[in-house]
Nanobody, 127 residues
């Protein structure tokens, strides 16, 4: 099956940047969309960004729009999240996720729309 592994997290000061990577592996991996979610302690997992492979359409949560950029390299089965102008409120565990089917009966901003998840990578932004 599909395995997703995030990397690139760490400790950064406010205003700094980090680039997260999500490497996918598996015998048959061709997802319709990839997404990034994050979860802070005591809070629900929230949507950050997503991208569809067919047209490369991206969508962002309002809280990160203009600061974060999601991109993908299909040939490498890797999705990236470039995070700039980081704020303390961005502190969370960041997870990547993959949806296989093209027809989404649940919005792609909803975590339940995804089929596979990585283990997450910690991002801590200090003030």
């Amino acid at each position: 099956q599909v395995q997703l592994v995030e990397s690139g997290g760490g400790l950064v000061q406010a205003g700094g940047s980090l680039r997260l990577s999500c490497a996918a592996s598996g015998r048959t991996f061709s997802s319709y969309a990839m997404g990034w979610f994050r979860q802070a302690p005591g809070k629900e997992r929230e949507f950050v960004a997503r991208i569809t492979w067919s047209l490369g359409v991206t969508y962002y949560a309002d809280s990160v729009k203009g600061r974060f950029t999601i991109s993908g390299d299909y040939t490498r089965n890797t999705v990236y999240l470039q995070m700039n102008s980081l704020k303390p409120e961005d502190t969370a565990v960041y997870y990547c996720a993959a949806r296989l089917r093209a027809v989404a009966r649940i919005p792609l901003t909803n975590a339940n729309a995804y089929d596979y998840w990585g283990q997450g990578t910690q991002v801590t932004v200090s003030s």
